[in-house]
């Protein structure tokens, strides 16, 4: 059985930074495509960026440069580094395996 848990989400104000953790049983991170999504209220689930097995990243536009994934692969656990957050930032932060397998996610709140 697949399990995600996301955890480090919290209220921060903009500017701010925050470090979100993704650790997983069930399943390899490092064999698989491992990303973070966010849903603002009203609107649909979104990328926000996602890692590869061979390491590739890539980023939604309105992140690069702010937000950095990584991956852990001794601990199985997946972080996004999010630095000089900013109010639209403001979700819930799934973390997703493969877009099948999926946490029950944190919620970030950046005020002004």
């Known amino acids: 059985q697949v399990q995600l848990l996301e955890s480090g989400g919290g209220l921060v104000q903009a500017g701010g930074s925050l470090r979100l953790s993704c650790s997983g049983s069930?399943?390899?991170?490092?064999?698989?495509?491992m990303g973070w999504y966010r849903q603002a209220p009203g609107k649909q689930r979104e990328l926000v960026a996602r890692?590869?097995?061979?390491?590739?990243?890539n980023y939604a536009d309105s992140v690069k440069g702010r937000f950095t994934i990584s991956r852990d692969n001794d601990k199985n656990t997946v972080y996004l580094q999010m630095n000089s957050l900013k109010p639209e930032d403001t979700a819930v932060y799934y973390c997703?395996?493969?877009?099948?397998?999926w946490g029950q996610g944190t919620q970030v709140t950046v005020s002004l």
């Open positions: 997703s395996a493969n877009t099948v397998y």
């Open positions: 069930g399943i390899i991170f490092s064999r698989n495509v």
């Open positions: 890692i590869t097995n061979g390491g590739n990243t």
